[in-house]
């Protein structure tokens, strides 16, 4: 390695203003819905940057996007650096956008430099991460790693009829001419960069984070059924209410929940109380819970008494509890962590090592290649809203690590 | 006197099973919310029996329908019975109903006997009893008699954002040409029949309840506000969780309603979370409060606290308790009473006396004029429940003693 790459965070910032201008909504958030005549834009966009700078562009089956630098060898795996550019409905100008631009700024720092590669490096934007339009999210990730079968993805259909697989063709129609590659090819190495989304770095004052794993989710949807009755005249004794019972069901799960380290996520995010009318005992509670832990043993211990602890606290209701969602705790490839620590440690970029709350496109690479990612801070924690901000100089920590370890990977 | 009007207990049963149609729910139920078509439906149909009868029909600025039989001297106040057509979402056949069709069968019975009375005798059906669609309930009596000034009431609006002004201006407009009375009309006395909803009457085996008076209640409309956030990578001691705070207040509550007696009557029967996301942190929950009590002193030493309690568990979030309903125990007239006790002893009828667990429209009209009601058994004292249920024999005991107290009534 002879020269460092040079991080332009005017240049890194301007490109996050240009994208948010695609979808940009009067809150100063970004509607861009996955497959949608803006996410065509957004492609376009980073597709012209790509040939401005004569990298080559191709896609796959799925519409993954991807940007080649040549390799010394070319025929090796490339090592690969990418996230999504889809974004919630009420999203934000950096949850996404930031992973893609920073694998870009990197790239170009990289040629600009005239840093010679072993092997090839890629960016990539992922199709439909959020998964707001088109259910489940992570379609490109879980595609090209044959997570889940194309054809399953490609059946799924949105709000309006329209299915994934038309959205898609109209998508790719307005790009003829782009390269195709299968999915799934093989990738030496794969890093994402994003903002937090939680509060942490921002807290600690330190503008980069390794990100050690992703923390197991386990999802469950909570029936309670009761009796309805008149509320002015029924006796306690004689009252099957489900809110009761769904309250202290709720208000036990949280003592389950309590951890001193803070480390659990519980969230009861849909609670819905039958008939709804102020002078009637409800008949029937539905809730769901959100848990997550980034290890596996606490996600089983705590998760598996989710049942006994709904049951315990039904009183005279009847309850059925029923798990929608289990995801293990992923742990990303420690080669890659010590290589992303060992850049940031060269470069002097102070680092904090944390889990990922949220589920990423890392998390299905990891299956199929050594991968990681890492973070930067975002204001308050702030992110799936339009208010979502980050530090331009934080990006630009977070892309100089990221082109660092890019370049160690791509010469290993 | 000359003769005893004849109650027809078959044709009492057909005209329940007549209303029950209109908004029939599959588990044999009903749902006709106030001033929703099927509302306007069933005044139709008591408009039209009591056409057909001869009766004069009449409403007033909040949509109460009058069916009115003249007396000897009709410038004297009425004396009126009736209930109301409105239901729960999942109400039953009874609730209501049988208060307007025990005055209506007593008034055509009285009719049909030729018995002529010194006052006119009205039947009525009072607007917005039940509260389910625009709180509060009793709207149309509350109007009526003054406790509620009727541009309040009027401003009320539904879970659609449908004012209740603009829904009565719907069923009003179907009802062209209907005489328009004014609201607070002098009444000469106010009788209500009335299922007990409550085991009482069943359990002693005894079919008519004379009501001496109902429970006071007090009840609270709550609101706590927290941020809406990400479920998984937010940190409880960053959380400002709405469902979180409102389950709290909940159980503080319940803890704080605790009788050994039972006769405290504590129910949280409307409890809406936004948005209702299971991935998404709670910012709003929306609660109601619904609390009643026998005793002055209790009313006001619990519902002192509900304040207090509240905020002392809002954590976070802030919370603001707004009192929506204050109504002290009522006690009715005795000469009303003893009016009801004299005409079921005249027809040999058994009676008990019993206190209203449940808030009736008699309750208002007691402000303004002499008032009782009448009770009779309802199934398990199952009521506010599609499995409501009543005997026909029953329904027509309480009738022929309403008829009775009717013609005393509006001959004194």
């Not at 497959?35 to 401005?52: I, K, N, V, Y």
């Not at 794969?190 to 770095?201: F, K, M, N, S, V």
């Not at 962590?337 to 589920?359: C, F, I, K, N, P």
């Amino acid at each position: 390695m002879t020269s460092i790459p040079y991080i332009d965070e005017a240049r890194l910032w301007k490109r996050h203003m240009a994208m948010a201008k695609i979808g940009a909504l009067p809150g100063g958030g970004v509607n861009r819905p996955a497959l949608s005549p803006g996410d065509a834009q957004s492609r376009s966009l980073l597709a012209r940057w790509a040939e401005d700078l004569g990298f080559s562009v191709a896609t796959d089956p799925i519409g993954n996007l991807f940007v080649r630098r040549p390799g010394a060898d070319d025929s090796l795996a490339p090592v690969m650096s990418g996230s999504h550019l889809d974004t919630q409905p009420t999203g934000g100008k950096f949850d996404g956008a930031f992973g893609v631009l920073a694998a870009f700024e990197a790239l170009q720092a990289i040629h600009e430099a005239g840093i010679v590669t072993k092997r090839p490096i890629e960016v990539v934007s992922w199709t439909n991460e959020e998964g707001s339009r088109f259910q489940p999210g992570c379609s490109g990730s879980s595609a090209f790693t044959g997570a889940i079968p194309l054809d399953r993805i490609l059946a799924a259909v949105d709000r309006d009829g329209i299915s994934a697989r038309d959205a898609l063709a109209a998508v790719l129609s307005s790009e003829r001419g782009m390269a195709m590659r299968p999915l799934g090819f093989p990738v030496a190495a794969y890093l994402e960069c994003h903002i937090e989304q939680g509060p942490r770095l921002e807290e600690a004052g330190i503008p980069v984070g390794i990100v050690t794993g992703i923390q197991g989710s386990r999802w469950f949807a909570v029936e309670v059924l009761g009796d309805e009755a008149h509320a002015g005249t029924t006796p306690r004794r004689n009252r099957r209410d489900a809110l009761v019972a769904a309250v202290a069901m709720v208000s036990a799960l949280e003592r389950l929940m309590l951890d001193e380290e803070d480390r659990v996520r519980f969230t009861v995010g849909r609670f819905e109380v039958q008939p709804g009318s102020p002078n009637t005992i409800p008949g029937r509670v539905f809730f769901t819970i959100d848990f997550r832990h980034p290890e596996a043993s606490t996600l089983k211990r705590l998760g598996d008494q989710v049942d006994a602890v709904c049951r315990a606290h039904a009183g005279p209701c009847a309850v059925t509890i029923e798990e929608t969602f289990h995801s293990l705790p992923t742990e990303f490839d420690p080669t890659v962590v010590a290589a992303m620590r060992g850049a940031a440690e060269r470069l002097g970029v102070r680092t904090l090592d944390l889990s990922s709350g949220a589920l990423h496109d890392a998390k299905f690479l990891q299956d199929v290649c050594p991968s990681g990612m890492l973070f930067v801070p975002c204001e308050g924690g702030i992110s799936h809203n339009e208010a979502e901000n980050a530090k331009p100089s934080d990006l630009a920590d977070g892309t100089r690590v990221l082109a660092e370890t890019l370049v160690a990977l791509a010469n290993a």
